[in-house]
């Protein structure tokens, strides 16, 4: 995210697209909806009527997969009527003559029949946004999970610079992290091609510097596989062995009767967690692991806010921290340098390694709470926004792109699109919230969304069972009559293994991330016998 929390509410517009906000991610949705009373006006551009949608001052449905194309559109809309901040784009960016010609194509009209928005409406939600003193844009894996996901980041950044909507209060573009930690994992170096603080391990200096701090060698220059390809790399016996940490890869990721025959082809497969996942089932060795009520150290949120996590119970059954673990196995392969034994010994390391965490100590934390990075040293008060002079890379890039269909749409065989989400009651795979009674309770089992009009056409009535079939594979869940999808889509949870849909989601990756697209695919939908 380029602001935090506290920095957001000075916003007077709020675009939200690919976030179910509200279900999701409760308490920043709270903060918005306070914004709303104040008078902030929310914009909501989903496939699907969710219920930050339904609290919307505008709501804009489009068709699954044509996201570029609406951006292009406000874009269009914004330069036609001279909405655009052309101080902002001389003094701050490049490639602005590209963008301009690009989305002089996308009229409001040629939008709506790509997307199924109307044309006055998109030209309404860009005057709100662009005549703003302060808009700010908030995205989720409704936006990034998709083959375009990257051009779709893109975009939201291309519309941000086109109105100077960043490095201010209450401004920029703010993604929304799908897990409580996700930020911190990506920050400490939790990605194939980058060391902590987002050094590539491709650049000579960012080698050296680890080597020298590591006592190692030779650290490799080559970006390593993403999960996809590892999962790939097991199946062609690239990929020897797997240690899973906290992750379920058997329902969360994409098309996983293949998934499942890659991690059975492993060699020597281990799962490291908290419960007995459907991953774990499949390990030859599991390492069970402690929960996060029982071990100390900090976690990185959203908005780059480094919080302190405190023990207050001892690891049950025989059960270790994460750190505790690694440091084990590490010493056993008789790895140097894994001698740590507390949480705050790895925090002095990285205030060593990692630039943007400098200045985030454990006595600063326990003094003030909490830091927001980037905090370079310990008299830095932290970050609250990015990009307040300059960007990461000097001048802002726009990126010229133009409309891409999916990677699979619907067809005579497979006419509807299928694409999938979370619900409130239930998170990520549901190791955790499908073992509380209270919450399988509300929503026991996968509910399938079709518009009345679809349920009519294939003879749907009450709660009666539905076949969806993929060119990947097929499953049978209960489906509900709703107007929150439009007819030809149907919705589907993930958070089920009796009814996983990720049995029937395209792995078809972005050419740059290698995300999966998990929000459109084509699907069959009959009624069950």
Same mark, same amino acid.
């Given at each position: 995210?380029?602001?935090?929390?506290?920095?957001? *509410?000075?916003?007077? /517009?709020?675009?939200?697209?690919?976030?179910?906000?509200?279900?999701?991610?409760?308490?920043?949705?709270?903060?918005?909806?306070?914004?709303? !009373?104040?008078?902030?006006?929310?914009? /909501?551009?989903? &496939?699907?009527?969710?219920?930050?949608?339904?609290?919307?001052?505008?709501?804009?449905?489009?068709?699954?997969?044509? !996201?570029?194309?609406?951006?292009?559109?406000?874009?269009?809309?914004?330069?036609?009527?001279?909405?655009?901040?052309?101080?902002?784009?001389?003094?701050?960016?490049?490639?602005?003559?590209?963008?301009?010609?690009?989305?002089?194509?996308?009229?409001?009209?040629?939008?709506? +029949?790509?997307?199924?928005?109307?044309?006055?409406?998109?030209?309404?939600?860009?005057?709100?946004?662009?005549?703003?003193?302060?808009?700010? =844009?908030?995205?989720?894996?409704?936006? %990034?999970?998709?083959?375009?996901?990257?051009?779709?980041?893109?975009?939201?950044?291309?519309?941000?610079?086109?109105?100077?909507?960043?490095?201010?209060?209450?401004? #920029?573009?703010?993604?929304?992290?799908?897990?409580?930690?996700?930020?911190?994992?990506?920050?400490?170096? $939790?990605?194939?091609?980058?060391?902590?603080?987002?050094?590539?391990?491709?650049?000579?200096?960012?080698?050296?510097?680890?080597?020298?701090?590591? @006592?190692? +060698?030779?650290?490799?220059?080559?970006?390593?596989?993403?999960?996809?390809?590892?999962?790939?790399?097991?199946?062609?016996?690239?990929?020897?062995?797997?240690?899973?940490?906290?992750?379920?890869?058997?329902?969360?990721?994409? !098309?996983?009767?293949?998934?499942?025959?890659?991690?059975?082809?492993? *060699?020597?497969?281990?799962?490291?967690?908290?419960?007995?996942?459907?991953?774990?089932?499949?390990?030859?060795?599991?390492?069970?692991?402690?929960?996060?009520?029982?071990? !100390? @150290?900090?976690?990185?949120?959203?908005?780059?806010?480094?919080?302190?996590?405190?023990?207050?119970?001892? &690891?049950?059954?025989?059960?270790?921290?994460?750190?505790?673990?690694?440091?084990?196995?590490?010493?056993?392969? $008789?790895?140097?340098?894994?001698?740590?034994?507390?949480?705050?010994?790895?925090?002095?390391?990285?205030?060593?390694?990692?630039?943007?965490?400098?200045?985030?100590?454990?006595?600063?934390?326990?003094?003030?709470?909490?830091?927001?990075? &980037?905090?370079?040293?310990?008299?830095?008060?932290?970050?609250?926004?990015?990009?307040?002079?300059?960007?990461?890379?000097?001048? #802002?890039?726009?990126?010229? =792109?133009?409309?891409?269909?999916?990677? *699979?749409?619907?067809?005579? +065989?497979? &006419?509807?699109?299928?694409?999938?989400?979370? =619900?409130?009651?239930?998170?990520?795979? $549901?190791?955790?919230?499908?073992?509380? +009674?209270?919450?399988?309770?509300?929503?026991?089992?996968?509910?399938?969304?079709?518009?009345?009009?679809?349920?009519?056409?294939?003879?749907?009535? $009450?709660?009666?069972?539905?076949?969806?079939?993929?060119?990947?594979?097929?499953? =049978?869940?209960?489906?509900? %009559?709703?107007?929150?999808?439009?007819?030809?889509?149907?919705?589907?949870?993930?958070?089920?293994?009796?009814?996983?849909?990720?049995?029937?989601?395209?792995?078809?990756?972005?050419?740059?991330?290698?995300?999966?697209?998990?929000?459109?695919?084509?699907?069959?939908?009959?009624?069950?016998?």
């Amino acid at each position: 995210m380029t602001n935090s929390f506290p920095d957001l *509410e000075e916003a007077q /517009v709020i675009l939200i697209t690919g976030s179910n906000t509200t279900e999701q991610h409760p308490i920043i949705a709270t903060r918005l909806i306070k914004l709303q !009373d104040k008078g902030a006006k929310i914009i /909501v551009i989903d &496939p699907r009527y969710t219920q930050i949608a339904q609290i919307a001052d505008i709501y804009l449905r489009q068709k699954p997969g044509t !996201d570029l194309a609406w951006f292009n559109g406000l874009m269009h809309v914004i330069l036609r009527d001279n909405l655009a901040n052309q101080d902002f784009i001389k003094e701050r960016t490049e490639g602005f003559e590209e963008l301009k010609a690009k989305v002089a194509d996308y009229t409001p009209e040629r939008v709506e +029949e790509i997307t199924g928005i109307p044309a006055e409406k998109l030209v309404e939600v860009a005057h709100l946004y662009a005549k703003a003193e302060r808009s700010a =844009i908030f995205y989720c894996m409704g936006i %990034t999970q998709h083959t375009t996901g990257v051009q779709h980041v893109w975009q939201c950044a291309n519309l941000a610079m086109l109105t100077g909507h960043i490095g201010r209060p209450g401004t #920029g573009v703010n993604p929304l992290r799908g897990q409580n930690n996700v930020q911190g994992a990506c920050d400490m170096g $939790g990605l194939p091609n980058v060391f902590p603080a987002y050094q590539p391990v491709t650049k000579d200096d960012a080698r050296e510097k680890f080597q020298q701090a590591w @006592g190692v +060698e030779k650290l490799p220059a080559e970006v390593g596989m993403t999960i996809m390809e590892m999962m790939h790399g097991l199946e062609n016996g690239k990929v020897k062995a797997m240690w899973v940490m906290g992750e379920n890869p058997s329902l969360s990721d994409p !098309d996983i009767n293949h998934v499942n025959k890659a991690l059975q082809a492993a *060699e020597f497969l281990i799962v490291q967690d908290v419960f007995l996942s459907e991953t774990a089932q499949l390990a030859h060795v599991v390492l069970p692991a402690a929960s996060y009520a029982e071990k !100390d @150290g900090t976690f990185s949120n959203t908005e780059r806010r480094v919080q302190r996590v405190r023990k207050a119970i001892e &690891p049950l059954y025989g059960s270790k921290s994460d750190m505790e673990i690694i440091c084990l196995v590490a010493r056993k392969m $008789g790895a140097r340098g894994f001698d740590f034994e507390t949480p705050q010994q790895v925090m002095a390391e990285i205030n060593q390694l990692t630039p943007s965490y400098g200045g985030i100590t454990y006595e600063r934390l326990e003094e003030l709470g909490a830091l927001i990075w &980037p905090c370079p040293n310990g008299e830095h008060p932290g970050t609250p926004f990015l990009h307040k002079d300059k960007f990461a890379r000097g001048l #802002g890039l726009f990126h010229a =792109i133009d409309h891409q269909p999916p990677a *699979e749409e619907p067809d005579e +065989e497979y &006419p509807f699109i299928l694409t999938t989400g979370r =619900i409130m009651f239930h998170y990520h795979t $549901g190791t955790m919230t499908r073992r509380i +009674e209270k919450l399988d309770r509300e929503v026991p089992t996968c509910v399938i969304e079709i518009n009345p009009a679809d349920a009519s056409r294939i003879g749907l009535n $009450g709660k009666n069972k539905v076949r969806l079939q993929s060119r990947r594979g097929e499953l =049978i869940a209960e489906a509900k %009559t709703t107007e929150r999808v439009d007819p030809g889509v149907v919705f589907m949870p993930f958070h089920f293994v009796e009814a996983a849909a990720n049995i029937l989601t395209n792995p078809a990756l972005d050419p740059v991330a290698k995300i999966p697209e998990y929000k459109v695919c084509a699907v069959r939908v009959e009624l069950a016998e």
